[in-house]
């Protein structure tokens, strides 16, 4: 153990911003980004045609439609604290980002849309922080628009998420009536203001949860909220840190993202109640974040974050040590050395060259192709850590080139594009045609968006009539000898409808569930896979759900 580095461990929260798509995930981050001082203005979302967007939404195709489809990583420091904060895609097609990217942080902070309240690609996501045992805060947004009572939210919060809430704020009116928020913890209110476009501060706070000025002031809304609140003080349960950290428990806050409004408290419990860096599960041991020896997992692939470079760059989570740029790391699954001298740490697509990093810091490496995701970092020793997921593909296209000379633009694009996992892209074994597979239709729209503007080759992406992938491994109980012998044999009777993926594992794409079924019949020594792990084909149950 390092006594130096203890101390920066403990500053770290690392966190990513989980939703259902419009629930206003981005626009928080931005106004996160504000309160912590990390920048001036915000940029609004919803204004596609002005040229201020919001910081984290950097791609070309996320300005037209106002979404973001690629995960976003920022840094910032707030109360002595260093806040990695990783906004994530909230449209379910792009989910696949948002599982790997949930594997690097140490918490994760809900967005709920006060109108909508728990909507199904929040309850996907939660599923696979509650795999993880990953502590969630919830931040009920929207409180100024026409929304569903405080108290019938955080019931629906606690039967569909199927875990206890604990108020922190709690809501003077709504709607137009919207007056502001009771910190349960501070005991004092904080009076809503809109359209605060810059830092706040100069919020109005008035002091004590019975201050005789509230009936006065704010009428029967104040009167609803103070019944609730003593309701509250009876019923609800009291918080719990251990419950908090296991992810049985969510501390909740109201507010107004757009408005600038609830958010300081939202940032203030990150760093109060959000743990610092844990311990890292690896094959051959568990890592721990204060250990002298650096160790990083790239958890992320992203190509052309900077259009004029044609660059790629590996996100790699700190497990543990401390980084020095420059320093020598060794890749455990190839073997390879690397001296990375140009690391950067991000503000979205603004970055800053790196001189050090420690637990809990996401720093970017420039490469070109020797990372792939998943890969172990590490000064020497061979270590792989665990818990990276790749999911079967429930769509596929097939792609061609419209200008056969633009043939080795398309692969090289596909390739980049399959490595930080945009889109998974296989290469039949029989034939020559690559195919795609997706969880979502919007997938294949933004690969060939890319492709066109990024690469500059215009794909014809075609129907294909595959519905089902699985990756295939062998289990003969005989020996590694056997198990390849007899996994050969399978690809070989079924060459027809085997493809390998971007790290050549061999997948079956097949057009019927009852063709599975029957394979499985037929081939019972093989194994076949929803789910690739990166250190080998793992089946978890907990993450197919």
Sequence with gaps: MSTELAPQVRRRRTFAIISHPDAGKTTLTEKLLLFSGAIQIAGSVKARKATRHATSDWMEIEKQRGIS?????????????????????????????????????????????????????????????????TPILTFVNKMDREVKEPLALMDEIERELGMEVVPFTWPVGMGKAFHGVMDLREKRMRVFSPGEDRAGGDDEVLEGLDNPAYAERFGMQFEQAQGEIELLTDAAPAFEPHAFLGGHQTPMFFGSAVNNFGVREVLDALVDLAPPPGNKAAIQRTVQPEEPKFTGVVF??????????????????????????????????????????????????????????????????????????????????????????FFAPEMFRSVEVADPLRTKQLRAGLTQLGEEGAIQVFRPVAGSVLLLGAVGQLQFEVVAHRLEHEYGCKARIMPARYNVARWVTCETGEGPAADERELKRFIDGNSHRVALDAVDAPCVLLEYAGELRAMQENWPKIKFHALREHAGLVFQKQLEG
């Design 69 to 133: 489809v690629a995960s976003s990583v920022m840094q910032m420091e707030y109360r002595d604290c260093v806040i990695n904060l990783l906004d994530t895609p909230g449209h379910q097609d792009f989910s696949e980002d948002t599982y790997r990217v949930l594997t690097a942080v140490d918490a994760a902070l809900m967005v709920i849309d006060a109108a909508n309240g728990v909507e199904p690609q929040t309850r996907r996501l939660l599923q696979v922080c509650r795999a993880r045992n």
């Design 300 to 389: 992320k692939i992203q190509a052309n974050m900077d259009p004029a470079h044609r660059d790629r760059i590996a996100f790699v989570r700190v497990a543990s040590g401390k980084f020095e740029r420059g320093m020598r790391l060794k890749v455990s699954r190839s073997g390879k050395e690397l001296r990375p001298n140009t690391v950067v740490t991000f503000m979205s697509q603004r970055r800053e060259l790196l001189e050090e990093a420690f637990a809990g810091d996401i720093i970017g490496i420039p490469n070109h192709g020797v990372l792939q995701l998943g890969d172990t970092l590490s000064e020497g020793e061979q270590l792989q850590f665990t818990g990276l997921p």
